[in-house]
């Protein structure tokens, strides 16, 4: 299990302690777990985890991209959010016209994916940003495209505080993302802790 750079009950009222305890100690607590069950004995157990989202398929992959997918969500997430820096605001502004045209064009690709789901900032291959939706488990890596930031668009990540109101899951959301951590994931200068 990745540990949480925070306390359960750190980004309340945005994301209740309840959310906490249910979408990271129950739901990626059964990924990890069931992950750690279906490789056992096989060519996955000593693979790290970014390979296996790549290679693998079926169960394997469906545990190993819901555990990469989730500890990429919650440690980009912040008690303490500061504004976007200059750099990653640079390049946000340059790809999609202003900072607020960026989270206008991310909240309603969110708002429109159809199901369960994933929603990324990604890195492409020649250097551009984009946004992207997966369904399921998916995880852009697949395709070659480097993620930078992604939100968790499963009701499971929102019913408890906000029922069935995603936008407004969403809108504050946006408000508790570490965009340290993006921008350190565009430079490639995190440190270790981070995936
Ligand atoms: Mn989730």
Same mark, same amino acid.
């Given at each position: 299990?990745?540990?949480?750079? $925070?306390?359960?009950?750190?980004?309340?009222?945005a994301m209740?302690?309840?959310?906490?305890? $249910?979408?990271?100690? %129950?739901?990626?607590?059964?990924?990890?777990?069931?992950?750690? +069950?279906?490789?056992?004995?096989?060519? $996955?157990?000593?693979?790290?985890?970014?390979?296996?989202?790549?290679?693998? &398929?079926?169960?394997?992959?469906?545990?190993?991209?819901?555990?990469?997918?989730?500890?990429?969500?919650?440690?980009?997430?912040?008690?303490?959010?500061?504004?976007?820096?200059? !750099?990653?605001?640079?390049?946000?502004?340059? +790809?999609?016209?202003?900072?607020?045209?960026?989270k206008q064009q991310f909240i309603a690709a969110a708002t429109s994916l159809?199901?369960?789901?994933w929603t990324?900032?990604?890195?492409?291959? !020649?250097?551009?940003?984009?946004?992207?939706?997966? &369904?399921?488990?998916?995880?852009?890596?697949?395709?070659?495209? %480097?993620?930078?930031?992604?939100v968790d668009v499963?009701?499971?990540a929102y019913?408890?505080d906000y +029922?069935?109101r995603r936008a407004d899951y969403l809108e504050a959301i946006w408000g508790l993302i570490?965009?340290?951590?993006?921008?350190?994931?565009? &430079?490639?200068?995190? &440190?270790?802790?981070?995936?």
């Open positions: 299990m990745p540990l949480l750079p $925070y306390a359960h009950a750190a980004l309340a009222p209740s302690q309840e959310t906490i305890d $249910y979408h990271y100690g %129950r739901h990626l607590q059964t990924y990890v777990d069931n992950l750690n +069950r279906l490789v056992k004995g096989t060519l $996955y157990e000593d693979m790290e985890l970014e390979e296996m989202v790549c290679k693998a &398929s079926g169960p394997v992959f469906n545990n190993a991209a819901q555990t990469w997918n989730h500890t990429f969500f919650f440690e980009a997430l912040t008690p303490t959010p500061k504004e976007i820096g200059s !750099d990653l605001g640079a390049s946000l502004t340059s +790809r999609f016209g202003s900072l607020g045209e960026f159809f199901g369960s789901g990324w900032l990604v890195e492409n291959a !020649d250097g551009s940003l984009d946004i992207v939706n997966t &369904s399921g488990a998916g995880n852009p890596m697949t395709e070659g495209k %480097r993620p930078l930031l992604v499963w009701e499971h019913y408890i +029922r069935n570490d965009w340290d951590v993006v921008a350190c994931r565009l &430079s490639g200068t995190c &440190s270790d802790y981070y995936l």
